[in-house]
């Protein structure tokens, strides 16, 4: 089974700070993704990253970043955290199934549900 | 603007009853639809569909895509409580390079005993 895991389930922060939410995955996906959900939003894309040192911008990047060193691991990063930050983030990967042309379904991390205060 | 649009927003049924969840999409470069269902945690994934009219079912849930009509539904027959849960539906598109998935604001389904 896939096996996708973020390091916090519940995390809270004080505006301005620099917060990390980190996510590893252990089935050597190529891509991985980082996505916030709150009540009648439903999940947003904020970045996604289908190699090792490559990224690219989802739907609301705005005041995130990222970085992804080791193929493993992807990290979402709020460089200086405010209120409307507050939400639950979800990571997920998964597989390029070559020779298909399509990436295989995406796997979930349990998420993390970040305050700021 | 929404580019998938799910209906209902919410529904309550009783045990044994069979519900149609809905799922509409607007994309370029359109490679699959896939559908979620998320309890307390992370969606786990149910289907994944490339191909217009061909049926992928799991036990009492079953869906299918219609591509020229843009749509897509999930049906489950004889529901049970633990059916209950949020349903999301999302298009997988690829263009210039990039991937990703989109998501509807999903279905809240509550199974009522």
């Known amino acids: 089974d896939v096996k996708v895991t973020q390091s916090s389930r519940y995390l809270v922060k004080r505006t301005g700070e620099k917060v990390f939410l980190e996510c590893v995955q252990d089935m050597d996906h190529e891509n991985m993704f980082w996505y916030r959900q709150d009540p009648g939003l439903g999940l947003r894309l904020i970045y996604f990253s289908y190699d090792v040192k490559m990224k690219e911008k989802g739907d609301i990047p705005e005041g995130y970043s990222v970085s992804r060193e080791k193929k493993e691991r992807f990290s979402l990063i709020l460089e200086s955290a405010s209120t409307n930050q507050t939400s639950m983030y979800l990571c997920?990967?998964?597989?390029?199934?070559?020779?298909?042309?399509?990436?295989?379904?995406?796997?979930f991390g349990d998420g993390t549900r970040l305050s700021i205060l | 603007e929404d580019k998938v649009v799910q209906s209902p927003l919410s529904l309550v049924v009783h045990e044994g009853d069979t519900v149609t969840l809905n799922c509409s999409y607007e994309?370029?470069?359109?490679?699959?639809l896939l559908w979620y269902k998320q309890e307390k945690k992370a969606p786990t994934f149910l289907f994944m569909l490339t191909s217009s009219g061909i049926e992928k079912k799991s036990g009492r849930l079953s869906s299918i895509l219609d591509k020229k009509e843009l749509f897509s539904i999930l049906n489950i027959t004889a529901t049970q409580t633990g059916d209950s849960a949020i349903y999301l539906c999302?298009?997988?598109?690829?263009?210039?390079?990039?991937?990703?998935?989109?998501f509807g604001k999903g279905t809240h389904l509550i199974i009522q005993p």
């Open positions: 994309v370029t470069n359109f490679r699959s």
């Open positions: 997920a990967s998964s597989a390029w199934a070559h020779g298909t042309g399509y990436n295989q379904p995406q796997h």
């Open positions: 999302a298009y997988f598109y690829s263009g210039g390079g990039a991937d990703g998935l989109t």
